[in-house]
Each structure stands twice: as C-alpha cells, then as structure tokens.
C-alpha cells in the first residue's frame, strides 16, 4: 500500500468510488429536468446536486451506522441507481419516510436552478463564473457556502438550502463555462473552495482566448493556450476583442466576433458549442460538489449537516402556548405530551430534529426559544406557568407567525389556547405562511366556540371568533379540535400521533354531511389507520370492505379500539387493515369533523413551475403557488418507492391527478401525469390549462395510481393549494446582510389574467425600517410593474440572525381580489467574522481552511467475499475480490 499527501482540492476518494459505480453517465448543466425538453439526454444542475447529495449521505451512513441496527454494506447499492427511499430503508429500516430528506434535496435543487431565473442572479457574471471574473466569482461562491454554515448554525436550514444552492449552481458553472476542460485538467479545481490563495494563470483582458467559429458546434475555436479563461455572456459586460464568448441560442455576444462560445452546458449544440466535452465537465461539476457537501458535513459535523439536508423521517416538535391565568390545565397537557415525546423517542430514528416554544398572551408574545437539545426544551417549557391575563381576546396569531419563521418546512405546529384571536388581521398572511413553509397547524382550543363562558371579555364576542383558526388550520392541513379543561390532557395524544409522518386520507364525498355515508380507501400500504371524530355527535358507525360494522361503543370492538374524551372521538383500526373500500356516517348535531389518517411511506410531493424559453437556459421556474391565467407545471416526487418495489411486486404506476375544491368538495378537473427518468425515482409531470386555475377559492391535489398487484391507490396532499390572482417576485442582495446597511430589493408584480388594482404593503420581521416607492399598482392582462424596496438594518441588529420581509399584494378595496404575498430571508452576519474571514489563509481565521488529508492507493487483493471495515479514519471495502477505497471519516 502507498500512501501519499495530496492537496485537499483533489475529491476523496469515495467520490471517486461512488461516482464511477453507482451513477449514471452525466451530462448537463441546464438548470432542472424541464430543460430536457431542449437537450435530450443532458442531466441538470437538480441531478447533479441531488447525485452529489445522495453520495455523501450514503457515505456519511456507512461511517456511521445505526445503534442495534446491521452494518450498511456499499455492494447493497452497486449497479443500480442511488436513491434516497433505498438509502432511507437500509438505514432505518423498511418503513421510514424519505419525504423530508427530498424535500430538502428539492429546495437545495430549485434554489440551484433559481439562479438561473432570479433577476438579481441571472445575468451577474460573477454568480455564474461568466466574463473572465473568475476571481470575484470564487469570492462569492466561497461566500456563499460561508452563508451556509453560519444559517445552518443560526438553525435556519431553510436559508442554509438557499445560499447552499446558489453555491453548487456556481460551483457547477465553473466547470461548463470556463476552459477547464478544455485545459485537460482531470479534478476539480485545486483552490476554488477556499478563500486564499489567489487563483493563478487567468488570462488577461489583452490576452485572445478564442477564433471566430461560424457553426452550431465549436470543437476547434479554443486557441489553446494554458491559461485560464471563460465565455463571456450578453452584452454587460461587454466582450473585448478575441475573447470567448458563452455561446448558444441565448447568448447575444456569440454573434460578435469571434463567433461561437466555449459553453458545455447541454448535449445539444444549438445551446452548447463545446456539447462535445460536455460528459467530462459533468463528471467534474458532480466530484466538485461532492467535496462542497463533504466539506460543509467536516464543518458543521454529522448531527448538524444531517440537518441541513434532514437526513432523518423525524419532525420537530413546535408548541405555540397560550400563558394566561385561565391556561393551568393546557399548559399541564403540553408538557406532559413533550415529555412523553422526548423520553419516548430519545435516540431512535424518530426524535425530533427540533424543538420550537413560542408563548404569548396579551399584549405580548414570544420570544422564540428553539433548540436541538430535548433536555434544554423541557427544562424552558417546564419554567412556564399560568400567570395573570385571563381576558379574552389573545396575540395568538403574532406567536404563530413566530413559530412559523422558525419552524422547520414539513412540520406539526401544534396551538394550545381557550381564547380567540386578538390579531385576526394576520390570518390571510399566517395562511400564506403555512402553505409556503407547508407546514401543518393543529389548534387545541378548550372552549366550546357556540357558548359563553366565564373568561373575562373586553366585548361581547361573535360565535365566529375562532373562525380565524379554522381558516388557518384550512389552509395548512391541520384542524382545530374543541374541548374542555377535563379531557385536554388525553386529547393532547394527537401531538405524538401527528407526529408520526401521518397521510390524511381522503373522504368521498370530501364534505361531510350528517346522515349521509362517505367512503375512503384503504391500500395495502397503510398502517395504524386512526379515525378521529369530533363535534356533538348523537352516534356513526365504521364498515370495512367486507361488511362488518363497529359503532360508537367504547373500548375494543370488531373493527380496532375506540375512545372518548368529551366530544371527541378516536378509533384505532387493528392492524393490518383490510383493503378496499371503507365507509363512515356519522350523525351529529351541526358539521362533523372527521379525519381518516395512517401510517405509510408511499407518499408525494409537489412543486408548481412555469416554463421559461427566454433567458441564459431553458427550464421551469419555480412558483410558490400557481398564478392565475399563467400555464403552469405541476411536479410530483412520489415517495417511498425504491429501486425494488415493494416485497418484490412490480413498481407502483399513477396515472393522474384531480383538483378538488376545498370548500365545496367540487371536482376542478383531472390531469394525465407523465413519468420523467428511471420509474423508480417517482417523478412526474403534468401540464396544468390555465382554466382549471380559474377558481379564486382553496383546491387540494389528489394522487390517483395503482399497486404492483394492480389495486388501488390514492393520496392526497397534506396542505391544500390557492391560486395566486397575480406573480409576485421579491429579490434581495446576493450576499448577506450587516448592520448599519441600507439594502435594496427588487420587487416585480405581473398579472397574466387581466386588469388588477392593487394596493401593496410591506413588513419585515423583526421590525426594520423598510421603505418602497410601490403602494399601489394597476395592470392589464400580461403587464408587469416594478418597484425598489430599501431594507435598513440598523447598527443594533442582532449577529447571525434572520430577517424576513413580506410583501402582500391585495385587491383594493371592494375588490373581490385574494390577497397574494412573498416572502424573503436574508441573513446578518456578525461584523466580527466579516473581518476574520478577511483574514489571511495561514492565520487561524479563515472558516473555510482545510488540513490536508493523506489518501491512499491499494493494489488489488484477493478475496472472494465482499465486506467493508474501518481502518483508522480510512473507509474501505471489498467487492468480487476488489478492494476499494470509500474515503476519510472527514477531511
């Protein structure tokens, strides 16, 4: 065995090992998979990014594996593709949702892609290495992924994902759009990760980098010399004599002499001139993102860059509390619920990532206490008592707004309170919020809302004074459940229970109607399907497939366990639940809440877009909700399939979507899906006509497909979608914030669907001075408007910390108009390490130094067994007589 020190620049060898074996042929750099539309065969900066997170977190698995659990073997994944539901059941065990984790591989994806379509980013050379500005591009990207560390350290991963993109999009660009490639140079780029030392060999504004070249494809018009350059891009700046232009169909500077472009984007050399090296810069772009991820997980460390990317099926546990004097009881039943959460759960593959306090009563609310450390949450939530107040309304929605710029996306919050709202001005941006965050809100309310009780008034109170929490629940897919001080401690349980990655299943008719029966469906896939009903219910029954029927009789019946707390009921069905069609009538005075829910890893995600054909690279552009008369993509990630299926059985198939409204029940219309790539990664789109986004009310997306065996399933999305009457687009500086800085944001507004007044107001958490020169806009069909923002962060803004700011566009008044908003994290640095980062590479200051690690090569051994052991911090394994290095425990 030889060993030898190389430069920490050079991929790991693990990165090299999974690469090579478990990846397929890359080829791309066009922003997401719609792009393939327009280059065939190419893979984009989303496979590059989520390849390259899958490798480290596979590697980060077979350095450290589960306590109780076998050793993860790497011979397990060799010869078939890498994915994150089969990473997920090797690791926890058959059953564990990898929902969570893509769903941040998605934002890391589309925060990538983004910068290809945000105004501020789409056309700055330094973000994309264009324009020979390689040296303030290496600044920002080192930046970026600094930005990184210190969000995910201030425990705002969502912000971490997005700086975290914006890094990989520009790290990934390096390698298409300079001349690395063409250099011959066969590894990532021996410094570009690294604040010092200066990058060498560039070449110079006098130096001529390129021939003029008349054709599509441009094998020969690099001029060959040894330094290093890139194409340039547009007309700003503009290209100097004989430099290299980007190229391709976008590209306004290649039709300047010299002609052509040196890009390697894509397959197609109607967008790429160099597509011949396209292959080897993809191979590049993937181990050069491999080190990015590793590095991040060396710095921050296992525990948290497993957070960053939420490599686990655990939630967080969010409590939103109610502290008024009247509170005794619901304040007991929070605590009890969070204690039976953190003993139950402690060290299993389930313990919540987070844990998330917001208090309020009034006129205060917060501060927000968040934490990763169970003990330190109980120990703050135990301090918390039932003191003074007692009248009634609360600033209830002010600390569910907290909570919710806190809470990690795909969470349980879950609102403890006896009193309405104070603060019902808030409910259409806290309903915006949840569906942005997609985080789902359950209110536990001790107060019957159709009587008057002794709580101390201001007023005299409406019957609907909690309709502010119905709306909210509404909209995030959680509920609001009525009881009393007696049963709140056993009503509660629906805390640890919500917890456990629940799908809700859908009910037929959707609405319920007292009296009348309503069927939902039951798939071998599911497990621990739980009833929950409540209202004042005079009786119901439940019949399963096979006709046999359970009422409402307490404790163990035909059909599972039921209990009662006051007028809520829960049935636990026994396990496994038969398949096929159940139903339930329930008979209640007014409007029963039933809810259907189960256990299960066959679930989906989704994502909206809308295709863009006019700037650098074709692709889908991100939207948080569809816009109403734009032509929008629906995207859907199905979870929980595997590359084997499930016991064997042939691959799950879905073959369309419905859009139903919320409120009425009424079916909007049916949508073919079409499956995009390897079936087994479960993606698939639809194209969405403008007319079914026509409706201004709540719509919920049904997922519709059959079994290996040809049965029938169904899902449905946990949070319901609205669409949006106009495209709000809010963007801020590409870098972080300091204090004592005025920072301006762009705002840009357009109507797809006709005439819009509009009245636009602006907010920012915490409370910043923020200024625009847009109140009010007025649009026709497809006219957009412009305004600037000025965001001031005064000198005592806190160090590290997140500010968001809000825009909500809404009809003026008497317009039947729905309010829109967006939303935009930005981070404040902390002076102090603004200057050690500045600092030079050998003193102790630099965030981003590495020590040099030792990799070592190995000869052939032979042996016919496969295995892989640990030896000192070196990985390695066996594989048909093979040894073969899998890399450092860290860099």
């Known amino acids: 065995m030889l060993c030898a020190k190389v430069s920490p620049s050079h991929p790991g060898p693990s990165a090299l090992l999974l690469l090579q074996l478990l990846l397929p042929p890359t080829s791309a750099f066009f922003p997401n998979i719609w792009s393939l539309l327009a280059a065939p065969g190419s893979i984009t900066h989303q496979d590059l990014t989520e390849d390259a997170a899958l490798n480290v977190t596979l590697q980060l698995f077979l350095e450290q594996p589960p306590l109780g659990s076998t050793t993860l073997r790497l011979e397990d994944f060799l010869g078939r593709t890498l994915l994150a539901d089969d990473l997920f059941a090797a690791y926890f065990g058959p059953g564990f949702p990898s929902r969570r984790f893509r769903a941040a591989l998605g934002e890391v994806s589309r925060a990538n892609a983004a910068q290809d379509f945000l105004p501020t980013s789409k056309n700055d050379p330094d973000l994309h290495f264009d324009a020979e500005r390689l040296g303030p591009g290496r600044t920002r990207l080192v930046g970026a992924l600094r930005e990184t560390m210190i969000a995910a350290r201030a425990l705002d991963y969502s912000l971490a994902r997005q700086r975290l993109g914006a890094a990989l999009h520009a790290l990934q660009d390096f390698y298409s759009h300079s001349n690395w490639v063409e250099l011959g140079e066969q590894q990532p780029h021996p410094h ?4 010092r030392p200066k990058l060498q060999s560039l070449a110079q504004v006098s130096d001529p980098t390129c021939s003029d070249c008349e054709e599509l ?23 100097p004599p004989g430099k290299c232009s980007h190229g391709g169909h976008f590209d306004r500077s290649s039709s300047q002499l010299p002609r052509g472009g040196i890009n390697k984007d894509s397959t197609s050399p109607g967008f790429s001139p160099h597509h011949m090296l396209h292959p080897q810069a993809a191979n590049l ?5 491999i080190q990015a991820f590793s590095l991040l997980r060396s710095r921050l460390g296992d525990r948290d860059f497993s957070r960053l990317l939420d490599i686990t099926p655990a939630s967080s546990l969010s409590f939103v509390l109610d502290t008024t004097g009247s509170m005794g009881e619901e304040i007991n039943a929070a605590k009890i619920q969070a204690r039976h959460i953190v003993e139950q759960r402690r060290g299993s593959p389930m313990e919540p990532t987070h844990y998330i306090l917001v208090p309020f009563h009034d006129p205060g609310f917060g501060p927000v206490f968040k934490t990763s450390d169970p003990d330190s949450f109980w120990q703050q939530l135990n301090e918390i008592h039932a003191l003074g107040g007692g009248d009634e309304p609360e600033m209830c929605l002010s600390a569910l707004e907290l909570a919710l710029l806190h809470t990690p996306p795909l969470s349980d919050i879950f609102v403890f309170t006896d009193a309405s709202p104070k603060d019902a001005f808030l409910t259409n941006r806290i309903e915006s919020l949840t569906q942005e965050r997609r985080c789902r809100v359950t209110f536990l309310v001790t107060e019957d809302p159709s009587r008057v009780q002794s709580r101390v008034r201001r007023e005299v109170l409406s019957s609907l004074r909690f309709e502010p929490y119905e709306k909210v629940a509404r909209a995030s897919g959680g509920e609001v459940i009525f009881t009393k001080d ?13 917890m456990a990655a629940l799908v809700t299943l859908p009910l037929d008719p959707p609405v319920m109607v007292p009296g009348r029966s309503h069927v939902f469906s039951v798939d071998g896939l599911l497990r621990k399907v739980t009833i929950r009903i409540h209202g004042e219910i005079n009786n119901f029954w439940i019949k399963n497939p096979a006709g046999i029927s359970q009422g409402q009789e307490e404790g163990m019946g035909s059909l599972g366990y039921t209990r009662r707390f006051g007028q809520f009921w829960m049935v636990t069905v026994n396990d496994p639940p038969q398949t096929g069609t159940w139903e339930i009538q329930v008979t209640a005075e007014g409007t029963p809440r039933v809810r259907v829910q189960a256990q299960t890893s066959l679930d989906f995600l989704f994502y909206f877009g809308t295709s863009v054909e006019d700037g650098p690279h074709p692709g889908l552009y991100p939207l948080t909700q569809p816009v109403a008369g734009l032509q929008t993509q629906l995207l859907v990630e199905v979870t929980g399939l595997g590359s084997r299926g499930n016991s064997g059985d042939p691959q799950p198939h879905f073959s369309h979507v419905i859009l139903r409204g919320i409120l009425e029940g009424a079916e909007l219309g049916r949508v073919p899906l079409e499956p995009v790539g390897p079936p087994e990664r479960g993606l698939l789109v639809a194209s969405l006509p403008p007319m079914l986004l026509s409706t201004p009310g709540p719509f919920s997306l049904e997922l519709f497909g059959q079994d290996g065996k040809g049965q029938h399933l169904h899902r449905t999305a946990p949070q319901p979608c609205m669409v949006a009457p106009v495209l709000l687009e809010l963007s801020g500086p590409q870098t972080f914030l300091t204090p004592g800085s005025k920072v301006p944001l762009s705002l840009h507004i357009a109507s797809f669907s006709g005439p819009q007044d509009l009245d636009l107001r602006t907010s920012v958490n915490p409370s910043f001075a923020l200024t625009s020169n847009l109140s009010k806009a007025r649009l026709g069909q497809n006219e957009s408007a412009w305004g600037r923002l000025w965001l001031e962060v005064p000198d005592s803004a806190a160090s590290n910390s997140v500010v968001m700011v809000t825009v909500t566009a809404a009809g003026q008044e008497g317009s039947p108009v729905p309010p829109t908003h967006v939303f935009l994290r930005l981070l404040v640095l902390a002076p102090a390490l603004q200057e050690q980062l500045a600092a030079p590479a050998h003193s102790s200051g630099p965030v981003l130094s590495t020590p040099t690690p030792v990799f070592c090569t190995f000869t052939l051994v032979t042996q016919d067994r496969a295995e892989s052991r640990l030896t000192g911090n070196l990985w390695w394994g066996t594989v048909g007589g093979v040894l073969l290095l899998l890399g450092l425990a860290s860099w």
């Open 486 to 498: 007696q049963h709140i401690q056993d009503v509660a349980a629906v805390v640890g229970e919500s």
């Open 285 to 289: 772009a993937l181990l050069a993102s």
């Open 192 to 195: 570009l990760l690294w604040p």
């Open 217 to 239: 494809s441009c094998p020969r018009n690099w001029l060959g010399f040894t330094l290093l350059t890139s194409g340039y891009f547009g007309t700003h700046p503009p290209k």
